[in-house]
Structure formats: C-alpha cells, structure tokens
DNA sequence: GGGCTAATACGACGATTATCGAACAATATG
DNA sequence: CATATTGTTCGATAATCGTCGTATTAGCCC
C-alpha cells in the first residue's frame, strides 16, 4: 500500500492552484496549517461525508500539497510546506494569509 | 454596454485561484503581465478558437484578473495588478513567477 | 477467528466546465 | 447603405467535478 506524492521537481502550479481553488480544500489546508503535527485525516471537523473528504485528500496529495502517511487504521496528514516552497517560494503563505470568506463562516479561525 | 468588473474587496480568493488554474488562462496572464499597455484581446496569440478566448477572458474578468474596456470594436484588456496586490498581497507576482511548463512548450517567453 | 475503527472503492447523480463552429452584434469606414 | 473587423452569443459536446451512500478494505486488538 504506497500512497503516491508527487515530486516536488513534477508539481504544477495549474495542480496546485486547482486544488487550493475548491472552498473545501481550502478549509483543509487551513486546518492542516493550524497542526504543529500530522494528523489524522478524520480528526479535522469538515461536516462533510467520509467519502467526499476522501476524495479531497486525494486531490490535495496528488497535487502535491499534502503527505499522508498510514499509520495504523489511520492516515497522518500534514502540509508539505517546506516543498511548496522550494517549488513556488512563498504561494502557500500568501494563500494562508489572504482573506478567507469561509474562515469566517467556520467562526474562530 | 457595461462590463461587470467585481470591486476589489469582493474579490475571492477561490475564485482567482480557479481563473489561474486553468493552463489557458494562465497563459493569457502571464501574456498580459509583460505588456506594458492595455491590448486587444484579439492581439494576444492563444492558438485558440475566438468563442473560447472569449469565455477564458470572460472568467478572468469575472474573478477580478482583468479589466477590460470596450474601445471602438475591440477590447483593451489590462491586468488589475494594482487591486490584485491589494487584496492578495504577492500572489500574483508569486504566480507569474512560478515555473509553467506551458511557457516552456510555447516558446521563447 | 470476531469485533471495531478509519479510510477507500464504487456507482450514481446533477452541476459545471472547456471547447468548438455558426450566427450574430457592435463599431468604424467609405 | 455596404463592407470589414472585433468580439459575443448560442447550442452542442464530451469531460470533469463535487457530493453522497453503500459496500469494502486495511489495520488493530482481544
């Protein structure tokens, strides 16, 4: 069972900017940002279905934003900050840092 | 004949993110980024159908990357970098300077 | 083995999207 | 007016997309 992530040499912007466009991604990335840790993917409060939530993940990795990492049942997500930015030097903070519509709505941010 | 350009503070980032993820519109961006002017669409060469061109600018128009005005039969089109940098600051000029791959295969960018 | 939990695969659905060519609209000129 | 140019609308198409529930898989523990 080999989960695939993509090099970081291979990512693509149009991938990234893809997947960073979806509100529901977006709130992911937001949440991952939020852990000091990897964590599991059910931990995140995302009131979306299982499935749904499994589809997104796997959209953000194959995108090469996140690295998720079985362990157990379990599957440890976290951010791949430091090779987003080697790749696209500062996209992900700007991301993070911008306005964020849903942010709000999820109330305390 | 009004165009609707969203105002600044309406800007959403999702839906930049969405204009920008396209390979298309990307390349339309990046074309427009080393103008100095406003220029035609027209004048921009995609290696698209017309009716496409105009449902990419329409999209971009629509999330706040353009601005367009009608002059005579044409439309002068012009990046909103100002307000873009305003909203999302870098994120722009992150993206343009980002690896593409398509600017590679068009040649001599 | 059984039982439990976390996550995935699968099929389905309605909506959306990028693309095109043909017809059309808007503008300018003689 | 007719003609030319630029860009848009329209209808169509195939593909993609986000979502869901159900069945299944994977891993762990007793």
Do not use: N
């Amino acid at each position: 069972m080999s989960l695939h992530h993509p090099p970081t040499d291979e990512l693509e912007l149009t991938a990234v900017l893809h997947a960073l466009s979806d509100p529901q991604r977006l709130r992911i990335v937001q949440l991952l940002a939020e852990q000091d840790t990897a964590v599991p993917c059910g931990s995140l409060p995302l009131g979306i279905s299982k499935s749904t939530a499994t589809h997104h993940f796997r959209v953000l990795r194959e995108a090469g934003l996140i690295e998720q990492s079985p362990t157990g049942t379990t599957k440890l997500t976290t951010l791949r900050r430091a090779d987003l930015d080697a790749r696209f030097p500062g996209l992900l903070e700007i991301v993070l840092a911008s306005p964020l519509l849903l942010a709000a709505s999820a109330s305390g941010s």
